[in-house]
Nanobody
Framework: QVQLVESGGGLVQPGGSLTLSCVTS????????MGWYRQAPGRHNEFVAG???????NYENSVKGRFTISRDNTKNTVYLQMDSLKIEDTALYYC???????RGQGTQVTVSS
């Protein structure tokens, strides 16, 4: 059974930080490119960051320099370190098996003063 379970979201003030985690099971994580996406009310799903099997990363322009994606193949887990958060980063964040399309339910990130 494929499962992707996100955690780590919450309420944070502008300029703050959060680290999201996505624990996976039922997928061949070691050979799977993974991504983080987000969905804000009234907006389309948006790619945030991706990481290949070999560790190459790419980011949506608005998060470059603020967010860092990483993976731990021993734990079948992908992370998203988010620094210098902005109000416009508020969204439901979810991880995704880029190749197969499986995704988690998401974790809510709210940036507000």
């Amino acid at each position: 059974q494929v499962q992707l379970v996100e955690s780590g979201g919450g309420l944070v003030q502008p300029g703050g930080s959060l680290t999201l985690s996505c624990v996976t099971s039922g997928i061949p994580f070691n050979i799977t490119a993974m991504g983080w996406y987000r969905q804000a009310p009234g907006r389309h799903n948006e790619f945030v960051a991706g990481i290949t099997v070999g560790g190459t990363t790419n980011y949506e322009n608005s998060v470059k320099g603020r967010f860092t994606i990483s993976r731990d193949n021993t734990k079948n887990t992908v992370y998203l370190q988010m620094d210098s958060l902005k109000i416009e980063d508020t969204a439901l964040y979810y991880c995704k098996d880029i190749g197969r399309g499986s995704r988690g339910q998401g974790t809510q990130v709210t940036v507000s003063s």
